[in-house]
């Protein structure tokens, strides 16, 4: 015989999430000191507060595929030395866009000398961090994509 009440039989759903996740807890908790460390290292030289937010962006942020004009050589936001202190490091934020034309700023560091500024940059960025990236044809570039880049250079 069917159950003449349906509904009794299904769990009530909204009581499950007023009990707190003991793993979304722990996460928490991990996330607001590296959270509180970016913050405090951002303004810092030597590139911790590049390499703190780089890490946190690997972690826990997903990878996207962004293109963007290569950077002019001398347009870093700063530099430091490499980990031999033979070569120099340098970072660029970068205006970007994804495949859809949504625009995207994105860290990149050009490690042991300038960028050439000359072509375009294939991407691969998990939230602000670019993790790595690599030079392509133009034509190469989605067209949303394209296009969100060269509006602000034409209203300039």
């Known amino acids: ?30 996330l607001l000191p590296a959270l509180f460390a970016c913050t405090l290292l951002s ?3 030597g590139g911790w507060g590049v390499a703190v937010s780089s890490l946190f ?3 826990f942020m997903p990878q996207e595929t962004v293109w963007a004009a290569s950077p002019e050589p001398d347009s870093f936001t700063e530099s430091y030395a490499d980990a031999t202190g033979a070569g120099t490091n340098y970072v660029y934020r970068v205006q970007g866009a994804i495949a859809d034309g949504s625009p ?23 939230g ?18 394209h296009e969100a880049l060269a509006e602000p250079s034409s209203a300039s």
């Open 1 to 30: 015989m069917p159950n003449p009440a349906p509904a009794r039989a299904m769990p009530n759903l909204t009581r499950t999430h007023a009990v707190p996740n003991p793993a979304r807890f722990r996460a928490v908790a991990l």
């Open 104 to 126: 995207v700023e994105v860290t990149l560091i050009s490690y042991g000398g300038k960028t050439s500024g000359e072509g375009w940059l294939q991407i691969e960025a998990h």
């Open 128 to 145: 602000g961090s670019g993790v790595r990236y690599r030079t392509i044809d133009e034509l190469d570039v989605p067209l949303a994509a």
């Open 43 to 45: 303004g810092c030289g």
């Open 57 to 59: 962006d690997r972690v």
